[in-house]
Nanobody
Framework: QVQLVESGGGLVQPGGSLRLSCVFS????????MAWYRQAPGKQRELVAT???????NSGDSVKGRFAIFRDNAQNTVYLQMNSLKPEDTAVYYC??????????????WGQGTQVTVSS
């Protein structure tokens, strides 16, 4: 079965940096679109950044210019580099893998989440 395991969360001061990792296993990583989502207490889960199978990236407006998503297909890993962190970035961050099937709904897999806390 597909498994996604996140790591790299922790406590960081405002303005600091953190890199999250998500290791994929159980299927062929290169055919999955990958993404990072986050959910803060009392808020809905929001999309942070996406990267497609061909390497095309997008990010949410709130993190543009500060966060970057990238993937290492040789290591079956997707990363989220977070710079210039703000307190409002505090959330549980989730790794998502999506398999697009022609003419069918996509299949989504989720990691367990990793906590990122930005505070002085």
């Amino acid at each position: 079965q597909v498994q996604l395991v996140e790591s790299g969360g922790g406590l960081v001061q405002p303005g600091g940096s953190l890199r999250l990792s998500c290791v994929f296993s159980g299927s062929v990583f290169t055919i999955y679109n990958m993404a990072w989502y986050r959910q803060a207490p009392g808020k809905q889960r929001e999309l942070v950044a996406t990267i497609t199978t061909d390497g095309t990236t997008n990010s949410g407006d709130s993190v543009k210019g500060r966060f970057a998503i990238f993937r290492d297909n040789a290591q079956n890993t997707v990363y989220l580099q977070m710079n210039s962190l703000k307190p409002e970035d505090t959330a549980v961050y989730y790794c998502n893998g999506q398999y697009i099937r022609g003419g069918r709904p996509p299949i989504d897999y989720w990691g367990q989440g990793t906590q990122v806390t930005v505070s002085s």
